[in-house]
């Protein structure tokens, strides 16, 4: 007689394997499990021993496969009445889980492939609704990463992610010193920052310093209705990336301005003004015989590069100097684009001043949001948000 059996695989005290059935043509395996008597039931959620049985009830219940064979337990379980918890609840018998029909270690396990897999494909990979894989992965990450951690914040980032079409956004906070997403919060409007301000304790509050982010006045109005001693520092890859547009603008209505011949330069050299390095040899004689031929275009690119070296200076007084020079030549073109383009820089300069004492930049927090996008267009989208959030929260814990 064969001495293989398949015990060792349920090395769990408190069930017992009564009988076993395998189907061939459906190729899957189904135990009977029995609570084991010698043991006095205990409560799943507090542990404590149960008083009286309150009813018996039956589950199939699906476990891990054995080799490629599918296993299914049909389990019979009963429900106590727990002194401590004041509830009936169902007894704890090691393996099964209280709340999905598959076993603990499935549970685990459907848990660890979504880290690397989609739930679709989990869910194909062991024939199972993906509903329930998604389902079991949640509740595992909201014991993980429901409870955002505040403590230690000192520098903050914060950037806005689309997530569809509408104006869907997602405002992401991230710790700066650790790289980890702090908080998630939906839409991008003051009470969006707000409601994450309120989740911090007074000393939590006190000890944060600054916060780097773009123009966004809603985020401004949060900051400093609810922490007004947080230094704002705006990051030069946004105020750059505005000043793109204005380029583009005062390209466009050069470009109407000028004769049949001149157009024939302006075509094609839309990138060429916002590049930083120009490499190609014929672009560069492009670029060139372009600003030659127009003063207000060669003085927009030289406004381009001096508005970068801006964010370059420690000392407030030379990033003072530096800003209001930018500006007198900015203004001197009296363009209305440019102009104002510049009053809006006079407006927040307070924001480029604090980047001398908090050298600060989302260049973090952009890769962030691209690592993001890569877990949004994997999975197809997200329509349950809160799922997203966590998913989120774990490709970023530290």
């Not at 015990?7 to 769990?12: C, I, K, L, S, V």
């Not at 395996?29 to 021993?49: A, E, M, N, T, Y």
Request: aromatic fraction near 12%.
């Amino acid at each position: 007689m064969s001495s293989l059996s398949i015990t060792p695989y349920f090395p769990f005290c408190r069930i017992r394997i009564v009988n076993q059935f395998v189907y061939p043509k459906a190729q899957e395996s189904w135990l009977k499990v029995v609570p084991d008597k010698r043991f006095q039931p205990i409560c799943h959620l507090c542990g404590h021993k149960a008083i009286r049985i309150h009813s018996r009830s039956q589950r199939n219940v699906r476990d891990l496969n054995l080799a490629s064979t599918p296993v299914y337990l049909q389990c019979h379980f009963r429900k106590i009445f727990c002194p401590a918890c004041q509830r009936i609840v169902i007894e704890d018998l090691e393996l099964l889980h209280p709340y999905f029909r598959v076993t603990k270690r499935l549970a685990e396990y459907i848990h660890g492939l979504c880290k690397v897999m989609t739930v679709k494909e989990v869910a194909e990979h062991l024939g199972l609704d993906w509903k329930t894989v998604k389902n079991i992965d949640k509740f595992f990450l909201e014991a993980q990463y429901g409870t955002p951690c505040f403590d230690g914040l000192r520098l903050l980032a914060v950037d806005e992610i689309s997530i569809r079409k509408g104006h869907r956004y997602l405002t992401i906070i991230l710790d700066y010193e650790t790289g980890r997403v702090v908080w998630i919060g939906q839409k991008r409007k003051a009470r969006t920052l707000k409601s994450f301000f309120n989740r911090l304790s007074k000393k939590q509050k006190k000890n944060l310093e600054a916060i780097v982010m773009d123009m966004w006045d809603p985020y401004i109005k949060a900051v400093k209705a609810k922490v007004p001693h947080v230094k704002i520092v705006f990051d030069l890859f946004h105020v750059v990336a505005q000043f793109s547009q204005v380029i583009d603008k005062v390209r466009n209505s050069e470009y109407r301005k000028a004769s049949k011949e001149q157009k024939e330069i302006f075509k094609g050299a839309k990138y060429l003004l916002l590049k930083n390095t120009v490499r190609r040899f014929k672009q560069r004689a492009q670029l060139a015989e372009l600003l030659k031929l127009n003063q207000v275009i060669n003085t927009v690119y030289i406004l381009k590069d001096q508005l970068k070296h801006i964010w370059s200076y420690k000392s407030r007084t030379w990033t003072i100097k530096a800003l209001d020079h930018w500006c007198s030549l900015a203004r001197s073109l009296r363009n209305q684009s440019v102009t104002k383009f510049t009053n809006m820089l006079v407006r927040y300069s307070y924001g480029i001043l604090n980047h001398c004492d908090y050298p600060l930049h989302t260049s973090k927090l952009e890769g962030v949001n691209n690592k993001i996008k890569v877990i949004k267009r994997k999975a197809y989208g997200f329509h349950d948000l809160r799922y997203f959030s966590l998913k989120i929260y774990q490709a970023f814990a530290n």
